[in-house]
C-alpha cells in the first residue's frame, strides 16, 4: 500500500518600490538568519490571493495590492516534501499599524544586488526567491484573472 504524498500550498509576492525588494528576515533553527518574499502556506477556506494579502500583511507590516501572477512554482525539497507556490507581483500600498509576525526578525528593502549576494552566501530560504524576482524583472506574469477564486 502506498502513502498519499502531502502536497505544501504556499503563496509568495514579489514587493518592489523603485529599485528595491521587500524581503523578511528569519531564523530557522540555526545561528544564520534566512531571506524570503513574503510567503506562507494558505489556510483551508483561503484562495491564493487572499493569502497572499494575508501574509504580507502579517510578515511585513505593509498592505499590498496584487498587480499581476507570476505562476505556480513547484519545488522538491531533497527531504522528500513538496511545494506548489503561487506567486504574485505586488506593490506597496501603505504600511499598516501592526506588528509584524514573530517568526520574522526584520523587514528589509533590499536591492537586486543585495539579493544577489545574499544567495551567494547561501542566506535565501529557497531557491524560488530568486526565480520569482528575476521573473517579475523579465516580465514573465500573466493578468490576475488567470486565478478563478469562488467564495
Known amino acids: ?3 498519499r504524498p502531502i502536497i505544501h500550498s504556499t503563496v509568495a509576492c514579489v514587493i518592489r518600490r523603485d ?4 524581503l523578511v528576515e528569519e531564523y530557522r533553527g540555526d545561528a544564520h538568519s534566512v531571506f524570503n518574499q513574503p510567503a506562507g502556506h494558505i489556510e483551508p477556506g483561503e484562495g ?11 510578515e511585513t507590516a505593509w498592505q499590498v495590492r496584487l498587480e499581476a501572477y507570476l505562476g505556480l512554482y513547484v519545488l522538491h525539497t531533497p ?19 501592526r506588528a509584524i509576525d514573530p517568526d520574522i526578525h526584520a523587514v528589509h528593502w533590499l536591492s537586486k544586488a543585495e539579493i544577489d549576494a545574499l544567495n551567494d552566501a547561501g542566506r535565501l530560504r529557497s531557491p524560488l526567491v530568486l526565480e520569482r524576482i528575476d521573473d517579475a524583472l523579465a516580465g514573465r506574469h500573466y493578468p490576475l484573472a488567470v486565478l478563478h477564486e469562488r467564495p
Not at 529599485?19 to 521587500?22: C, G, M, S, T, V
Not at 491564493?48 to 494579502?53: G, Q
Not at 522528500?80 to 507556490?85: A, E, K, N, V
Request: proline share 5%; glycine share 6%; aromatic share 8%.
Open 19 to 22: 529599485d528595491r525588494f521587500l
Open 48 to 58: 491564493p490571493m487572499a493569502a497572499a494579502l494575508r501574509e504580507a500583511a502579517e
Open 1 to 3: 500500500m502506498s502513502t
Open 79 to 97: 527531504s522528500g516534501l513538496t511545494f506548489h507556490s503561487h506567486g504574485f507581483v505586488a506593490t506597496a500600498q501603505a504600511p499598516l499599524t
